[in-house]
C-alpha cells in the first residue's frame, strides 16, 4: 500500500468538498526512485486516516479522493460507483449520455460515455490508469456494452506522463453512430470527433434553443461543428446558416442534416470572427442566434484575452440579431466564471446598444452533474437572452 501524508491545508481541501491535494500540499511521500501511481493510504502529520485517493507522483495534483472510508478500491468498489452513477441516468431522453463525469459523480479523471449499445471512456489521471484493470472490467460488468474505445488522445494525460493514443479494448465500436437526441438524429464519431465523440453536455441546452427559435425566421449557428445546435434550430426556423471552420466537420453537419430531412440548412467555412463582421456590415439580421465557442481560456493566464474574444463574438451578434430575437451564448472555459461571463455580456450590451432580457442561465446536462464544492465541474455556463426594444 502507498502511504501519503499531507499537510493540515490539504487536508482542509478534503474536508470542505474538494477531491483534490496538490504537490505542494504532500509532506511525506514514497522516495523517487520508489515512487507509483495507484491507490494511496492517506493521513495527516498527526497520523489520522483521511481516506483513499489516486496518487500521481509526476502530477501537480498528486492525490484525487475516492473513498473517505478505510475499504479496499478493488473491482467490487468500483462496480458499486459506476453502477450508482449509471442508475442515475435511467431518464437520459437520448440514445447517448454520460455515464461517469469524473469528480461530479466521485470517481476523479473518469469519464465514461455510452453511445446506444458502445461504450467510449477516458483515464485521465495515472493514478487511475494504475487502476486499469478494475475499472475496465466494472465498466464491462455494470454496462455490458458491444464494444469498448479507450479515448486517450487528450493532452490532459501528458500532465501525468502517460502517453496518448486510442484503443479498442474489445469489441468493435465502429468510426460513426447515430445519436437520437429530443427526436432529432445525429452522427458521433468516438474515434475521432471532439471529446469521446459528441458534445453531449449541451443536449438540454440545444432543445431549449429549439424550442424559443423564432417560427419561420433567419438562425444563425456560429462554431456549428456537426450542426447539432442547427438541427434543432432547423425544426421551427425557416432558413439557418451554420458556420464553422472546418470543411471536415461542415460535410458531417450536412449528413445529419440530411438524417432528419432538413433541407433549410446553409452550411458555411469561414471564421467566426470575420464572418460576424461581413454580417453586421451587410445589414444581415437573424432572429435566432447561437454562439458556442470552443474553450478560449485553458488557464488563468488566459482569461483577459478570452474574455475580450468572447465579447467580440456577443458585441457582433447582438448588432446583427432582430428585435424580439433569441440570442443563447456560451462558454465552456472553466477559467471563466460565470460572474466573469455575466459582466462580459451586460458590457456588449451596452457597447452595442441593445436591451437584453435574460429569460434562462443553463449550464451543462443533468448526466454532467457539477458539485457546488467542485467549481471545476461546473465548466459550462449558458444564457438564453430575448432582443428587447
Known sequence: MIEITVSARGAARWQRGHPWIYRTDVTREPAAAERRPGIASVHDRRGRFLGRALYSPA???????????????????WRSRIGAALARRRDVPASACRVVHAEGDGLPSLV???YGPWVVAQLLSAGLEAARADVLDAIRDVLEPDGL????????RRHEELPLDVETVFGAVPDEVEVVEHGVRYLAAPRTGQKTGAFLDQRENRRLVGEHT???????????????FALHL?????TVLAVDQSAEALARGARNAALNGLTN???REANAFDLL???????ERFDTIVIDPPAFAKSRDSVTRALAGYKELNLRAMRILAPGGILFTCSCSYH???????????????????????????????????????????YLKGTLLRAVE
Open 59 to 77: 502530477s501537480e495534483i498528486r492525490l484525487r479522493l475516492l473513498a473517505r472510508d478505510n475499504v479496499p478500491i478493488d473491482g467490487a468498489w
Open 112 to 114: 465514461v460515455d455510452r
Open 149 to 156: 474505445l479507450l479515448r486517450h488522445d487528450t493532452t490532459v
Open 214 to 228: 423564432a417560427p419561420g425566421g433567419r438562425a444563425l449557428d456560429v462554431f456549428t461543428y456537426h450542426g447539432s
Open 234 to 238: 432547423a425544426g421551427r426556423a425557416g
Open 265 to 267: 440548412v446553409r452550411w
Open 277 to 283: 463582421r461581413e454580417l453586421e456590415r451587410s445589414g
Open 336 to 378: 471563466v466564471s460565470r460572474t466573469l461571463f455575466t459582466a462580459m455580456l451586460a458590457d456588449a450590451a451596452a457597447d452595442a446598444e441593445r436591451r437584453l432580457q435574460v429569460v434562462a442561465w443553463t449550464g451543462a446536462a443533468p448526466d454532467h452533474p457539477e458539485l457546488v464544492t467542485v467549481p471545476e465541474t461546473g
